[in-house]
């Protein structure tokens, strides 16, 4: 997976390794009565704080790689798995429905059309009002006849149009013209089931959000409860390239595997570059090794935790996680300026940082998304030469490596039941310990699953073929500006190559004898068969990057 965690932070490596809807109105509980993070850079700090309230215990269920587990010993840990060593405070279910989720980087979003998404079970339509100046996030159905207003249009007078009947909606909701009804008659169109349920939304980290509940009652949320910010991501001193793909396991799963940092030398090997040990201590080719993770604070709104290769590690339920560490330099001599630049007063050379942000987006069952950024201070000027689409190609891959894994894993978790996770797999070292305190969360504050209310089921959807599985072009390229506008431009040099590869071989072929000089004739004919032949390695280039790029860890 894209799982950039514990053991790539403490790398050198270059920076291009680098429900069921509720009902419309339906009321939720306690949607702002929780806290939110605190966010600040504290002096002598590299890292920002995080406030987590009576978090007052260590998770230290995971033992070392070099200790033994008896029987009777492991039969205790299971039955006491997501509970806290200390006291802590009264439990809490997590209430899905009352936070902020990411739809899409702003950057990948098309201002002159409508693109619907699906988040915790919702179809949503994302639309640009031009009226007033803002994004907009409706619920992806016309109240006509429930066709899906995401297939339609923005019109000339900025309003969103469903293309089935005409009608139009404003930023609001509201229906503002139905073509059917007569001129001269009842304003039918301001009846309040000819309106469209808009959703909350704001625009923070150049990340497009939504709160998943249109009533009035929460207009105005964004006032009172924001969506966790990253100061790093809108800092001018770093570089934070998003990279956005659909994929097909889980929410659950696809955090997990981002919690891991210990997968990385032996799914990601020969693409992402890990630390290695030192050849005395070296046991196979990839150079696995132990990993010293501990969790540190864990409540209702998330937990945070600590390596031996990295500083900090945060989860901001439900979406957020991430790894800050620095590459060289000393981090406690930092300290943060107003304008969010770091500044060492007791050494000249600057400390490099590196963050790697992974927002992970519940989908639908068996179905999640993720937003990765890694902003850093370092290497900034490699993102103003090289376009974000040669940054994808690799990312893309790194997803794909591992994506079958994690699939199949999934269906395997459901036969033993999420709650039994624990019983299902043996995780006995502290390389493990966020994924053990992330199965404790969800155990704790959600009975082990999303609550995706009465829609689903539970069931997963079945196994594609391995092609649909890895695709590449409707979960990632179709929706990405960079890489769509790629896509393009290499299949028409494909058929520009092509066509000129013909015309040379058609100009030789109907030159009259002698109109052609001998080295002429063989110029052309050789050009055609260059060209004809680089069409052919683009078109190969451009299935395998932009469609499908099948993946085989037994040749590697």
Not at 217 to 226: G, L, P
């Amino acid at each position: 997976m894209v799982t950039l965690t514990a053991t790539s932070l403490s790398s050198s490596s270059s920076p291009l390794n680098l429900i069921t809807r509720r009902p419309f109105g339906t009321k939720i509980k306690n949607p702002i009565s929780h806290n939110s993070f605190s966010y600040q850079h504290p002096t002598n700090s590299h890292l920002p704080s995080y406030q987590f309230k009576k978090a007052k215990f260590e998770l230290s269920t995971a033992i070392s790689s070099t200790d033994t587990v008896p029987a009777a010993d492991q039969s205790s840990k299971d039955a006491s798995f997501g509970q806290q060593t200390e006291t802590s405070e009264k439990d809490e279910k997590f209430d899905w429905y009352a936070q902020w989720y990411p739809l899409m980087p702003v950057c990948d979003l098309d201002k002159r059309r409508p693109l619907g998404k699906k988040v915790m079970g919702i179809d949503i339509v994302v639309w640009w009002d031009r009226n007033e100046n803002e994004w907009k996030v409706f619920d992806d159905t016309c109240p006509h006849r429930l066709a899906p207003l995401s297939e339609g249009r923005i019109d000339q007078w900025g309003r969103l149009q469903c293309v089935y009947h005409g009608w139009c909606f404003g930023g609001s909701g509201d229906c503002q013209f139905i073509p059917q009804a007569p001129r001269d008659g009842p304003p039918i169109h301001t009846s309040s089931k000819a309106c469209v349920a808009a959703y909350p939304s704001c625009v923070q980290n150049g990340i497009l959000w939504f709160w998943p509940n249109a009533d009035n009652r929460y207009k105005d949320i964004f006032s009172k409860e924001k969506p966790p910010y990253i100061p790093e991501i809108d800092d001018p001193s770093f570089t934070s390239r998003m990279i956005t793909r659909d994929i097909q396991y889980g929410y659950e799963v696809l955090i997990e595997n981002l919690m891991d940092p210990s997968h990385v030398p032996y799914a990601h090997y020969g693409i992402m570059r890990a630390p290695q040990p030192s050849k005395s201590v070296k046991v196979d080719r990839e150079g696995g090794r132990p990993l010293e993770i501990r969790v540190k604070t864990l409540d209702k709104k998330g937990f945070t935790a600590k390596s031996s290769t990295i500083s900090d590690n945060i989860f901001i339920p439900p979406c957020v996680f991430y790894s800050s560490g620095s590459l060289g330099g000393n981090p406690d001599n930092i300290s943060a300026s107003p304008a969010g630049t770091t500044e060492n007063p007791s050494t000249p050379k600057p400390v490099k940082k590196i963050l790697l942000v992974f927002l992970c987006i519940p989908v639908s069952p068996g179905n999640s998304r993720l937003i990765f950024t890694s902003p850093r201070n370092f290497g900034v000027w490699i993102d103003r030469i090289v376009p974000r689409w040669i940054f994808h190609l690799n990312q893309n891959l790194v997803l794909d490596s591992d994506l079958y894994l994690l699939h199949v894993e999934e269906r395997k978790i459901k036969e033993f039941g999420s709650l039994n996770w624990h019983k299902a797999c043996f995780v006995p070292t502290k390389a493990d310990a966020l994924v053990v305190g992330f199965r404790r969360w969800l155990n704790k504050y959600s009975n082990g699953q999303i609550d995706w209310g009465t829609k689903y089921t539970g069931s997963l959807p079945p196994t594609p073929p391995r092609e649909q599985l890895m695709d590449r072009y409707w979960s990632h390229t179709v929706s990405c500006s960079s890489c769509n506008l790629a896509y393009k431009g290499l299949n028409a040099l494909e058929i520009v190559l092509q066509v000129f590869s013909l015309a040379s071989i058609g100009i030789v072929a109907a030159a009259k004898q002698g109109a052609l000089s001998a080295a002429a004739r063989s110029t052309l004919v050789s050009v055609a068969i260059i060209s004809f032949l680089v069409s052919k390695w683009l078109s190969h280039f451009v299935y395998k990057n932009f469609h499908f790029h099948d993946y085989d860890h037994a040749s590697r």
